[in-house]
């Protein structure tokens, strides 16, 4: 027998127990935002990051999900709150679930007693922009306002269809069938396609600073209309809630019925949602991905991008 089976076998069933978070746009996609927010930042958000990061560092024995750190302080801070999201029992900060088919209106009527992304972005910035918060506070605030502007810009963290945002969604992706996991989830489906698998495969194994570079080239002529539009985080909530509708469920075959809003707390909720939506037999190949791709694409360019106008525009404040 080779003597790296056994430790394979050890893998396989350690990822079997213990599977992977789900992490909006993946390890790689969260620190392109990162690094295309690097691009964009002023001298005196640069100073404020690097000075806030490098003093007040992520505890070393925190298990860290996406690896050991990258070497670049908003890169590596842009996938922490993912690490201690179970610890703090804060998973609603990472999304707003906004039914399919509602009328634009107040984001907050869909913003839970536990919170939603737009609140904890505002919160976040409130605390990063307080100049008598106690230094590591502020670190941490800025370490989620990074991983939420990511969060934001993926279009199923701003929709549900009673199918926690896609999770409960089976897909045939490309080879792929979808297979039961646990609690009556399957892998693939919607919401992980979104996560990681349409960025991994567009990307085509490049890391994530040749992916920031790549689409910091690919964005560059529409990076001063974006950042002349300002800051308007109810608008981004609707532009993904939006982009989900019209692509994400929208050039999925077979096309997927909009469900009556109902309370859902597992796969198997609503009648059971994943067995339903297993029976519709849905699939994403080439053309789904051609859909998706170059969206995902702007959405992380566009993430970004916004996220050093917040930074900038909290230096700014501060240094008044």
Request: net charge negative.
């Amino acid at each position: 027998m080779n003597a790296a089976f056994p430790v394979l076998c050890t893998a396989l069933l350690f990822l079997a127990l213990h599977p992977a978070p789900a992490i909006a746009w993946g390890c790689k996609g969260h620190q392109v935002v990162a690094l295309i927010a690097e691009k964009h930042l002023t001298p005196g958000a640069r100073h404020l990051v690097d000075q806030l990061l490098s003093e007040n560092p992520v505890d070393p024995q925190l298990k860290r999900y996406c690896g050991n750190p990258s070497g670049d302080l908003l890169a590596d801070a842009s996938t922490w709150p993912d690490d201690v999201r179970k610890e703090r029992n804060n998973g609603p900060w990472h999304y707003i679930n906004i039914p399919r088919g509602v009328a634009r209106g107040p984001i907050d009527l869909y913003c839970g007693g536990e919170g939603c992304i737009s609140k904890a972005i505002a919160d976040q910035l409130a605390i990063l922009n307080d100049k008598s918060a106690a230094p590591p506070k502020r670190a941490e605030a800025l370490r989620y306002l990074v991983h939420f502007l990511g969060d934001l810009h993926m279009p199923l963290h701003a929709s549900t269809n009673n199918d926690e945002g896609g999770n409960c969604v089976p897909v045939r992706y490309f080879r792929r069938r979808p297979y039961e996991s646990q609690g009556g989830s399957f892998t693939p489906n919607l919401h992980a396609l979104w996560d990681t698998a349409i960025l991994e495969r567009d990307s085509e194994g490049a890391e994530a600073p040749e992916y920031a570079d790549r689409l910091a080239d690919r964005f560059s002529s529409d990076f001063a209309k974006w950042q002349a539009a300002g800051i308007h985080v109810e608008d981004w909530v609707w532009e993904s809630h939006d982009l989900a509708e019209t692509i994400a469920y929208g050039a999925l075959l077979p096309s997927v019925p909009r469900e009556t809003p109902a309370s859902v707390h597992s796969c198997s909720d609503a009648n059971n949602i994943a067995e339903r939506m297993l029976h519709l037999n849905l699939f994403a190949g080439e053309s789904y991905q051609q859909a998706a791709a170059p969206l995902v694409e702007q959405r992380v360019a566009q993430a970004g991008l916004r996220l050093a106008l917040l930074l900038n525009e909290a230096a700014a404040a501060l240094e008044k």
